[in-house]
C-alpha cells in the first residue's frame, strides 16, 4: 500500500534555509502536496507539485521532486520564526483515492 | 469567505456519553473528510464522503458514525466514547480528490473523553 515517510523534528536557526525533506513508495500519484500546520490551526495547502515536474519555485519555497528515487522536498530559504509549524506531505492518486499523509515534520526556528 | 466550521472548538465528555461533532462548508465541495491527529501518529483518516448520501472508511473508523444529507454538513458522530478516541479532529473538504487534492482544513476539535 502507499507509505509517505517524514523526519519528525527539524532545528533550524533565523534566516538559514530549512529543508523538508518526504520519501514515498506509489509511483502512481499524480500531485504531491505540503500541508504547514501552524499551532492551534488546522493544516493549510503551501504548495504543490505535478508527479512529471522535477522543481517548483514560490517565493521563498522551493519544492524538488525526484521521481526515480521517490523523494520529495521542501526548500524554505530566510527562514524566519514565523515558518515554525508542522509540514506535512502527501499524494494524491488518480480517481477517488484519498491522499496520503505523512506524519509530519516539526520545524522549530531559534531565533 | 470560503472555510470549512468545525464545533465545538473544545470538548469534555465522559465515557459513553453520546456526542456530534458538526462540520459544515460554504464552497460546494462534493469531498468531505474527517481525519484524528495524534501524536506520533500523524493525520488519520476516520471517513470520507465523494458526496451527498455516499461514505466510505477510512483507516480508524471504529466507534465512529458519519452522515451526509447535505452537501454542505458533515457529522462525525461517536455513539458511546471511549478514552482512546480523546484526540485532535479535523474536518476538511475539496472540489474532489480525483480533481484535486487542495483540501480545506477546519481549525479542530479538542476531545477529551474521561
Known amino acids: 500500500g502507499e507509505d509517505v515517510e517524514q523526519s519528525l523534528f527539524l532545528s533550524v536557526r533565523e534566516g538559514d534555509s530549512s529543508v523538508i525533506n518526504c520519501t514515498y513508495t506509489?509511483?502512481?500519484?499524480?500531485?504531491l502536496y505540503w500541508y504547514k500546520q501552524e499551532p492551534g490551526a488546522g493544516l493549510q495547502l503551501l504548495t504543490y507539485?505535478?508527479?512529471?515536474?522535477d522543481m517548483k519555485q514560490d517565493q521563498r519555497l522551493t519544492v524538488l521532486l525526484n521521481k526515480k528515487d521517490k523523494h520529495l522536498s521542501l526548500r524554505i530559504a530566510d527562514t524566519q520564526t514565523g515558518d515554525s509549524a508542522i509540514y506535512f506531505c502527501?499524494?494524491?492518486?488518480?480517481?477517488?483515492?484519498?491522499?496520503?499523509f505523512g506524519k509530519g515534520t516539526r520545524l522549530s526556528v531559534i531565533a | 469567505e470560503a472555510q470549512v466550521t468545525q464545533n465545538p472548538r473544545y470538548l469534555i465528555t465522559v465515557t459513553g456519553k453520546k456526542l456530534t461533532v458538526t462540520c459544515s462548508q460554504n464552497?460546494?465541495?462534493?469531498?468531505m473528510s474527517w481525519y484524528r491527529q495524534d501524536p506520533g501518529l500523524g493525520l488519520r483518516q476516520i471517513y470520507y464522503?465523494?458526496?451527498?448520501?455516499?461514505?466510505d472508511k477510512g483507516d480508524v473508523p471504529e466507534g465512529y458514525k458519519v452522515s451526509r444529507k447535505e452537501k454542505r454538513n458533515f457529522p462525525l458522530i461517536l455513539e458511546s466514547p471511549s478514552p482512546n478516541q480523546t484526540s485532535l479532529y479535523f474536518c476538511?473538504?475539496?472540489?474532489?480528490?480525483?480533481?484535486?487534492?487542495?483540501?480545506?482544513f477546519g481549525s479542530g476539535t479538542q476531545l477529551s473523553v474521561l
Open positions: 506509489d509511483s502512481s500519484s499524480t500531485y
Open positions: 464552497m460546494n465541495h462534493e469531498y
Open positions: 476538511a473538504s475539496s472540489p474532489g480528490p480525483g480533481k484535486s487534492g487542495k483540501l480545506f
Open positions: 507539485i505535478f508527479s512529471n515536474m
Open positions: 464522503s465523494m458526496n451527498v448520501e455516499v461514505t
Open positions: 502527501a499524494e494524491s492518486f488518480p480517481g477517488n483515492t484519498p491522499l496520503v
